[in-house]
T-cell receptor, first 111, second 110 residues
Framework: DTEVTQTPKHLVMGMTNKKSLKCEQHMGHRAMYWYKQKAKKPPELMFVYSYEKLSINESVPSRFSPECPNSSLLNLHLHALQPEDSALYLC??????????FGQGTRLTVV | SQQGEEDPQALSIQEGENATMNCSYKTSINNLQWYRQNSGRGLVHLILIRSNEREKHSGRLRVTLDTSKKSSSLLITASRAADTASYFCATGIGDDKIIFGKGTRLHILP
């Protein structure tokens, strides 16, 4: 199984809502990632987990809260988001020295 | 954060021609990776070249890496309509950090 599965595919949420994005991989990769991508822009790194521990936080606002319950799952909890947070959120996993496998993303709209 | 700059930003070529994209970066790297993205969905990993390698091939893809100039190039030979996509270089830094460049939008004309 070489897939990274993200749910949901689309999400519309209000600025006072709390929601979560989910990501799952069964390739045994030790590193898992969250990226944010705006239209016609490259993916921007948000968080990296290595062996289920948060290893990189790229100064992401606290309204985004990552969680890694186990080696196969990665969540991104969202709270009090702003309209400018609307974007495609991509999850990925990798195992050095190979490249990363990406999910199809969650397209998030904040209203 | 971003560190890769792709050149050109957009490229249109006839089907069957070769396409070359360049990438420059700023910091020391462990590896450099190239990805393809269709229609704003998930990225597909194409090829990874380690910092101690100079050239790598995979099918119709050829990647070069010049660490002294902090630059890389991706050559796609005999282009096809299905190659129309955005292509990103990404630098592998430290153990796990992967930072993407701005990307090249490639359009293959029939």
């Amino acid at each position: 199984d070489t897939e990274v599965t993200q749910t949901p595919k689309h999400l519309v949420m209000g600025m006072t809502n709390k929601k979560s994005l989910k990501c799952e991989q069964h390739m045994g990769h030790r590193a898992m990632y969250w990226y944010k991508q705006k239209a016609k822009k490259p993916p921007e790194l948000m968080f990296v987990y290595s062996y289920e521990k948060l290893s990189i936080n790229e100064s992401v606002p606290s309204r985004f809260s990552p969680e890694c319950p186990n080696s196969s799952l990665l969540n991104l909890h969202l709270h009090a988001l702003q309209p400018e947070d609307s974007a495609l959120y991509l999850c990925a996993s990798s195992q050095v020295p190979w490249g990363a496998f990406f999910g199809q993303g969650t397209r998030l709209t904040v209203v | 954060s971003q560190q890769g700059e792709e050149d050109p930003q957009a490229l249109s070529i006839q089907e069957g021609e070769n396409a070359t994209m360049n990438c420059s970066y700023k910091t020391s790297i462990n590896n450099l990776q190239w990805y393809r993205q269709n229609s704003g969905r998930g990225l597909v990993h194409l090829i990874l070249i380690r910092s101690n390698e100079r050239e790598k091939h995979s099918g119709r893809l050829r990647v070069t890496l010049d660490t002294s100039k902090k630059s890389s190039s991706l050559l796609i030979t005999a282009s096809r309509a299905a190659d129309t996509a955005s292509y990103f270089c990404a630098t592998g830094i430290g153990d796990d950090k992967i930072i993407f460049g701005k990307g090249t939008r490639l359009h293959i004309l029939p």
